[in-house]
């Protein structure tokens, strides 16, 4: 389902005015005698709205199209056909008329053929005059249109200034489209102003302390007139602060209109009493956009300061990723359900895959830790790595407060960076970089004060020390990346485990800016358990690097000396989504897991489990309680699974077996020389009694039973019973309490038994 467009609903609650759209400033009318009353008013007749909740209902539940909170009425209002003209005694002209949609919640405006000269004014207002838009000026308009915020109540006056000196030129505007808000988020279980899911947390809160820049490129967008999406602004190679921003291809409607809102948040951690302050900025370009990676590029047009963001907006364009490396980490920075802005955090590494109907392993899928979630709104908000550079924007997915577990799915950035057969319309690459430098990454740009230095080193993305290694051996592999002005020729990296950077690795090479390259360090041994694994670099080209914010990076893994790799292969059906997995220990411990799977899209899962010799157990869960079927045999049948070690099968589920309700548990076991193993054999095999104290009997069901070993948790030979027939008794009264293995060798194949002596 896709990430809704949001309406912000109730949020406009405040007694003054707390937007900032426009220039500022008091409309004229306000400082005549001008009544109100006198101004001719258009109504426009409530909506059928039994009818349109009946339609929302429909896609409210499909996610096909934006959450509608509003009924366009489409019109062709302009300053000849209605309104009133007010020729006041020193010879302005002021033109007003008043716009009411019949017991609407909000009323918001679509304008074209604005013609605004130097010197004329426009203000949208409620009759209250506590909520005031403007002042609009020619600066505010792209190829004439005007977009503008939500209008809280029914009623919307819209005035338009023309000075003495200007009453000979040409003036004027349409109003195109009047928007009758019918409905808040609240009715969809999502909500306006601090009234999100209450996982959501604040981006201001500690955990968003390293994130103020990115925070300050997140904004929120105004589609259609009636819907809500969420996007970042986002440097180019020029680092000029060209206003582009990044949002979804699904958010997109004709952006001339668009209202980009810029600093909705809260100043800390909890959600304030009434809504805080923001400014916007209003219309935009088409610059790019793609269905397969689901981007939309715009470039804003509206109210720009020296072709770029106002600086009072305190605006950041966040920096970029397009080589396609999986994330160790990732944070989304978002407006969920039209709320304050608010982030998100995946601690762990991100995979691509393919979902949300993408290309091949065209999203990047996650899954929120922290108690943290996207919401509907959240559309187009920017996916960073752990190097606070965007490499894709929200698509869809299923998280949310009451699904946390649920997968989000994002476009990836480098798919949509130069596709095969792309061009300007529908790439990336031709926008981003202009200077054609070939660049994988750039950092992001502040025009309050950042500009690039000469000598940044940066270091990323380890590798090899990360996860769970089966291995005693470690070899790390580090990222460096250079993001000066200056080519990068030597540089010096203290590394190492569990602590200390004792360490030393002396690089040499020769980096041009914004290039990266991958350093092998020297492969290190250590004792099985839980490491980890730290780096600093320094000396770049053997002087001071004149950013150290970029200069380590540390990482978590565990050895396991020894270890054993199983396998499992998992073919999943066509409602992956209801799938979900875990390895346990004999005592519950999970040591692997899966799930968030996407549905439509049968697949087969590989994964190796790096394991100490023993007993395991491996679950596989169904929510809706049919296991693995619901796909038809032209789709792929049932699904199944296999675990196997050293080529011998420990556990299966067959197709046919694959309808096993809601739950599946197998137990299976790992010893030492037990590749002959045979799983249709051990099937056959009992023992009892178990546990047992003094003897149990190995019973084989018509087998004929050769010998009969008893084994330790690490395969070591304790006693072998030779053996004619198809039961044999077994003396255990000598062994020490614990688990054990009985090994059971038959004329047909060799069973392998785990029994416990008390």
Same mark, same amino acid.
């Given at each position: 389902?896709?990430?809704?467009?949001?309406?912000?609903?109730?949020?406009?609650?405040?007694?003054?005015?707390f937007? *900032? *759209?426009?220039d500022?400033?008091q409309?004229?009318?306000a =400082?005549?005698? @001008?009544?109100?009353?006198?101004?001719?008013?258009?109504?426009?007749?409530?909506?059928?709205?039994?009818?349109?909740?009946?339609?929302?209902?429909v896609?409210?539940?499909? %996610?096909?199209?934006p959450?509608?909170?509003?009924f366009?009425n489409m019109?062709?209002l302009?300053?000849?056909?209605?309104?009133t003209?007010?020729?006041?005694?020193n010879?302005?002209l002021?033109?007003? !008329? =008043?716009l009411?949609?019949?017991?609407?919640?909000?009323?918001?405006?679509?304008?074209n053929?604005? =013609?605004?000269?130097?010197?004329?004014?426009?203000?949208?207002?409620?009759?209250?005059k506590d909520?005031?838009?403007?002042?609009?000026?020619?600066?505010?308009?792209?190829?004439?249109?005007?977009?503008?915020?939500?209008?809280?109540?029914?009623?919307?006056?819209?005035?338009?200034?023309?000075?003495?000196?200007?009453?000979d030129?040409?003036?004027?505007?349409?109003?195109?489209?009047?928007?009758?808000?019918?409905?808040t988020?609240a009715?969809?279980?999502?909500k306006?102003?601090?009234s999100s899911?209450?996982c959501?947390?604040?981006?201001?809160c500690?955990?968003?302390?390293?994130?103020?820049d990115?925070?300050?490129s997140?904004?929120m967008?105004?589609?259609?007139?009636?819907?809500?999406?969420?996007?970042a602004?986002?440097?180019?190679?020029?680092?000029?602060?060209?206003?582009?921003?990044?949002?979804?291809?699904?958010?997109?409607?004709s952006?001339?209109?668009?209202?980009?809102?810029?600093?909705?948040q809260a100043?800390?951690?909890?959600?304030?009493?009434?809504?805080p302050?923001f *400014?916007s900025?209003?219309?935009?370009v088409?610059?790019?956009?793609?269905?397969?990676?689901?981007?939309?590029?715009v470039?804003i047009?509206?109210?720009?300061?020296?072709n770029?963001?106002?600086l009072?907006?305190?605006?950041?364009?966040?920096?970029?990723?397009?080589?396609?490396t999986?994330?160790?980490?990732?944070v989304?920075?978002?407006?969920p359900? %039209?709320?304050? =802005?608010?982030?998100s955090?995946?601690?762990?590494?991100?995979?691509?895959?393919?979902?949300?109907g993408?290309?091949?392993?065209?999203?990047w899928?996650?899954?929120w830790?922290?108690?943290?979630?996207?919401?509907?709104?959240?559309?187009?908000?920017?996916?960073?790595?752990q190097?606070?550079?965007?490499?894709?924007?929200?698509?869809?997915?299923?998280?949310?407060?009451?699904?946390?577990?649920?997968?989000?799915?994002?476009?990836?950035?480098s798919?949509?960076?130069?596709?095969?057969?792309s061009?300007?319309?529908n790439?990336?690459?031709?926008?981003l970089?202009?200077?054609?430098?070939?660049a994988?990454?750039?950092?992001?740009?502040?025009p309050?004060?950042?500009?690039?230095?000469a000598l940044?080193?940066?270091?990323?993305t380890?590798?090899?020390?990360?996860?769970?290694l089966c291995?005693?051996?470690?070899?790390?592999?580090?990222?460096?990346?250079?993001?000066?002005?200056?080519?990068l020729?030597?540089?010096?990296?203290n590394?190492?485990?569990d602590?200390?950077?004792n360490?030393?690795?002396?690089?040499t090479?020769?980096?041009?800016?914004?290039?990266?390259t991958?350093?092998?360090?020297?492969?290190?041994?250590l004792?099985?358990?839980?490491h980890t694994?730290?780096?600093?670099?320094?000396?770049?080209?053997g002087?001071?690097?004149?950013?150290?914010?970029?200069?380590?990076?540390?990482s978590s893994?565990?050895?396991?000396?020894?270890?054993?790799?199983?396998?499992?292969?998992l073919?999943?059906?066509?409602?992956a989504?209801?799938?979900?997995w875990?390895?346990?220990?004999?005592?519950?411990?999970?040591?692997?897991?899966?799930?968030g799977?996407?549905?439509?899209?049968?697949?087969?899962?590989?994964?190796?489990?790096?394991?100490?010799?023993?007993?395991?157990n491996?679950? @596989?869960?169904d929510?809706?309680?049919?296991?693995?079927?619901?796909?038809?045999?032209?789709?792929?049948?049932?699904?199944s699974?296999q675990?196997?070690?050293?080529?011998?099968?420990?556990?299966?589920?067959t197709?046919?077996q694959?309808?096993?309700?809601?739950?599946?548990?197998?137990?299976?076991? @790992?010893?030492?020389?037990?590749?002959?193993?045979?799983?249709?054999?051990?099937?056959?095999?009992?023992?009892?009694?178990?546990p047992?104290?003094?003897?149990?009997?190995v019973?084989?069901n018509g087998?004929?039973?050769?010998?009969?070993?008893?084994?330790?948790l690490?395969g070591q030979?304790?006693?072998n019973i030779?053996?004619?027939?198809?039961a044999?008794k !077994?003396?255990v009264?000598?062994?020490a309490?614990?688990v054990?293995?009985?090994?059971?060798?038959?004329?047909q194949?060799?069973?392998?038994?785990?029994?416990?002596?008390?």
């Open positions: 389902m896709l990430k809704h467009f949001i309406f912000l609903g109730s949020f406009f609650i405040a007694t003054i005015s937007a *900032q *759209q426009g500022g400033g409309p004229k009318g =400082k005549t005698s @001008i009544d109100i009353k006198t101004v001719e008013e258009r109504v426009f007749a409530q909506p059928n709205i039994e009818q349109l909740r009946t339609e929302d209902a896609n409210d539940h499909t %996610g096909s199209g959450w509608r909170f509003g366009n019109t062709n302009n300053t000849t056909n209605s309104g003209w007010f020729d006041l005694p010879g302005d002021i033109w007003l !008329v =008043k009411t949609c019949t017991n609407a919640l909000t009323v918001n405006l679509s304008l053929d604005v =013609k605004l000269p130097e010197g004329n004014e426009l203000y949208v207002y409620n009759p209250d909520f005031i838009l403007g002042k609009f000026t020619a600066n505010h308009l792209y190829e004439g249109e005007l977009g503008t915020e939500l209008i809280p109540g029914q009623t919307a006056i819209v005035e338009y200034y023309i000075p003495a000196a200007n009453r030129l040409a003036n004027g505007l349409t109003i195109y489209r009047v928007t009758h808000g019918y409905r988020a009715e969809y279980h999502e306006a102003f601090g899911g209450s959501n947390m604040n981006v201001n500690a955990d968003g302390a390293p994130w103020v990115q925070r300050n997140a904004v967008l105004v589609s259609g007139g009636s819907g809500f999406c969420s996007g602004l986002i440097n180019n190679t020029q680092n000029d602060g060209k206003p582009y921003v990044l949002t979804a291809n699904h958010c997109y409607s952006p001339t209109s668009w209202v980009f809102r810029f600093n909705w100043t800390a951690c909890t959600n304030p009493s009434a809504s302050t *400014q900025l209003s219309g935009a088409l610059r790019s956009r793609r269905s397969p990676s689901d981007f939309c590029l470039e047009t509206g109210g720009l300061v020296n770029t963001v106002p009072t907006y305190s605006p950041y364009f966040s920096g970029w990723d397009n080589s396609g999986n994330p160790t980490s990732t989304s920075i978002h407006h359900s %039209g709320d304050i =802005k608010k982030i955090f995946d601690d762990a590494a991100a995979a691509p895959v393919t979902a949300m993408s290309e091949a392993q065209g999203c899928g996650v899954e830790d922290r108690n943290t979630t996207t919401e509907g709104g959240s559309s187009g908000s920017p996916l960073f790595d190097s606070k550079r965007i490499i894709g924007q929200l698509w869809g997915g299923g998280a949310s407060c009451s699904n946390l577990s649920a997968p989000d799915y994002y476009g990836r950035l798919k949509s960076w130069n596709p095969s057969g061009n300007s319309t790439q990336l690459m031709f926008w970089d202009p200077t054609s430098s070939n994988t990454f750039i950092d992001g740009y502040d309050n004060g950042s500009t690039s230095v940044d080193a940066g270091l990323s380890p590798q090899g020390v990360a996860g769970t291995t005693a051996t470690v070899t790390p592999q580090v990222t460096i990346t250079n993001s000066g002005t200056s080519t020729t030597a540089l010096t990296i590394y190492g485990f602590g200390p950077t360490l030393t690795f002396n690089w090479g020769s980096l041009a800016q914004y290039q990266t991958v350093v092998t360090l020297p492969t290190a041994t004792a099985g358990g839980n694994f730290n780096a600093i670099i320094s000396n770049p080209n002087a001071a690097d004149e950013n150290a914010t970029n200069n380590t990076i540390a893994f565990t050895t396991v000396v020894g270890g054993l790799i199983a396998g499992l292969t073919n999943l059906d066509c409602y989504s209801e799938t979900a875990q390895l346990t220990t004999s005592t519950g411990s999970v040591l692997f897991s899966g799930s799977y996407v549905d439509d899209n049968p697949i087969t899962v590989n994964e190796n489990f790096c394991l100490n010799y023993g007993c395991y491996f679950t @596989i869960t929510t809706y309680g049919d296991g693995l079927t619901g796909c038809s045999a032209a789709n792929g049948g049932a699904g699974y675990i196997t070690f050293n080529g011998a099968i420990k556990a299966e589920l197709e046919a694959a309808n096993f309700g809601s739950t599946n548990t197998q137990n299976f076991c @790992i010893i030492d020389d037990t590749g002959l193993e045979d799983l249709a054999i051990s099937n056959s095999v009992s023992v009892y009694p178990n047992a104290n003094e003897s149990l009997t019973s084989a087998l004929n039973v050769t010998a009969v070993d008893v084994l330790s690490t030979l304790l006693q030779p053996s004619e027939g198809t044999v !077994v003396n009264a000598d062994l309490a614990g054990y293995f009985i090994r059971v060798v038959t004329e194949g060799v069973a392998l038994k785990q029994i416990i002596v008390e």
